[in-house]
């Protein structure tokens, strides 16, 4: 045993050199080694029911994997779909969507399927409320819209924020075993890779494998559904303009797509009407912009992902009492150590937020955002806001980084928050007004340091030469003033209804 001795010695000697070097700190690159107890107790005072919080999770950044998920989870539904969006578009995900759904009704899958009133009377959603009014005619299916705007007229004048509350869930529940929520839509700009659309969306989701979870999912699922004022959509007493051949088609047409089969000729469907043939034409030359979305025969659900602690936190809108969100990420931003990182498409802070981040940054903690610029966002309105107090806020925060996506090709609408990279929460809940006090968002928590940190480099690597950082100090009279701001790189025109629009201070808490 002498021979191997030299050889021993020295694997000791490397062995201290690397329990020294984790013992001494944060690791380089931005790693966090040790665990916060302070998070650890934050997330244990968070409710979940009663049951096993370990739950299979997985990370979705991809569009085309988002899809894959969303799909394959219907597919395989054998008994329960309980379903909100926020907005279903009209494209070919949109209507193939709702033809997935029902091919699982007619199987005898039970299905609930709700979206936002204001928005499927929108544009959004133009010719989707037909398809609805099919869907709710077959056997197995419920369809509600939230919050309907006649039934909800007295709020004008009693308590505006009820009347403009949204239903902002994105949830599907399969079977009471697993599910989903994020920031995605159902719509092309949501699942298309980039360069295949005019607008492609960086976003986020988390599927999830777990009876509790679910259970706490379907529970903010009810919330909503059982809501009084919703509107239950009932088939047309006289169908002038039969929706079902269309659904059903375009169903067909992307299931074939999918699976690398190419598009339907309109001659293997010798029975489809001239009306149908002009249908699938439209669907063949929307569907063949989506080379990302070709391979879903290869697709796996899972790939090996592990177990967590997982807990789901609901908010319900303003027109009920509920709201465990704003509390859980201030407890968690008041119990990290080290390191808060923000990936939201809208930031406009509000008091209980502003005042928390305030704490952090007084004790030393990093906070990065990773947000829209003017130049990428889908709405002005919060950028205008955010230019109001964004000079103050990078002053009275020293420790605070803001990175903003410059133009449309980084259009961000992920909602990701991750501490001290050992807490990590995903869902449909912006950092803005609008999401603490008015709609009703739901996220997953988890509470796993290789998931947070998994998900923080993946950010970091979404960020990476796709930011420009603004920057203010504050000068000789002590004032906060831009160092490099929106006025630096958006075009005038941007900057002047920027400007117009953070006058208007009234509209601010609907943001």
Avoid at 116 to 135: F, P, T
Avoid at 188 to 195: I, K, N, P
Avoid at 379 to 403: E, H, V
Wanted: proline share 4%.
């Amino acid at each position: 045993m002498e021979y191997h001795r030299p050889r021993l010695v020295v694997s000791l000697v490397l062995l201290v050199v690397v329990a020294l070097v984790a013992w001494s700190g944060p690791a380089r690159a931005g790693q966090i080694v040790q665990d916060n107890p302070a998070l650890t107790k934050a997330f244990a005072a968070i409710k979940a029911g009663d049951g096993d919080i370990m739950t299979q999770v997985r990370f979705l950044w991809k569009n085309d994997e988002a899809w894959y998920t969303r799909w394959k989870m219907i597919e395989d539904a054998k008994q329960t779909i309980d379903c909100t969006y926020f907005i279903i578009d009209k494209d070919i995900f949109g209507q193939a969507f709702l033809g997935l759904l029902a091919k699982k009704a007619r199987q005898g899958v039970k299905i609930r399927l709700m979206c936002d009133w204001r928005i499927a009377h929108s544009g959004y959603m133009k010719g989707v409320n037909d398809k609805l009014q099919e869907l709710a005619g077959m056997p197995n299916i419920q369809v509600r819209l939230y919050n309907s705007c006649v039934k909800n007229l007295a709020s004008l004048f009693t308590d505006f924020k009820k009347l403009v509350a949204n239903n902002h869930d994105k949830i599907i529940i399969v079977d009471g075993q697993t599910c989903i929520t994020g920031g995605r839509n159902i719509g092309a700009d949501y699942y298309a890779g980039e360069g295949e659309y005019e607008i492609v969306y960086r976003d986020s989701d988390i599927l999830m494998r777990g009876t509790l979870a679910c259970q706490q999912m379907k529970k903010a699922f009810e919330e909503e559904w059982n809501y009084l004022k919703n509107t239950i959509v009932k088939p047309d007493r006289i169908n002038l303009d039969d929706q079902s051949a269309k659904i059903d088609l375009a169903y067909r047409v992307m299931s074939r797509y999918m699976q690398g089969r190419g598009l339907y000729n309109p001659n293997e469907l010798p029975t489809l009407s001239d009306n149908l043939r002009e249908v699938l034409e439209e669907m063949n030359k929307d569907i063949s912009k989506f080379k990302n979305i070709s391979s879903y025969a290869s697709f796996d659900l899972w790939r090996g992902e592990r177990a967590k602690p997982v807990k789901i936190i609901d908010k319900t809108a303003k027109t009920g009492p509920l709201n465990g969100i704003t509390p859980a990420l201030v407890s968690f931003i008041d119990a990290s150590n080290e390191e808060i990182l923000i990936q939201n498409p809208y930031v406009v802070l509000t008091e209980a937020a502003e005042t928390a981040l305030e704490r952090a940054s007084k004790r030393g903690v990093k906070i990065i955002f990773h947000s829209n610029s003017g130049g990428s966002t889908d709405s002005l309105f919060p950028q205008a806001f955010l230019m109001n107090d964004l000079d103050r806020l990078l002053t009275k925060m020293p420790t605070c980084r803001f990175l903003a996506a410059p133009t449309h090709k980084e259009r961000l609408h992920s909602k990701v928050f991750v501490f001290d990279r050992q807490i990590t929460v995903v869902g449909s809940y912006n950092m803005d007004p609008l999401s603490e006090q008015i709609n009703s968002e739901v996220v997953a928590a988890v509470h796993d340091k290789q998931f947070g940190t998994m998900v923080a480099l993946r950010t970091w690597k979404d960020i990476e030469g796709r930011v420009v950082e603004y920057k203010a100090k504050l000068d000789e009279h002590g004032k906060p003033v831009s160092v490099f701001g929106p006025k630096d790189h958006l075009p005038p025109e941007v900057i002047r209804k920027m400007n117009m629009m953070r006058k208007l201070g009234w509209i601010r808490p609907l943001i």
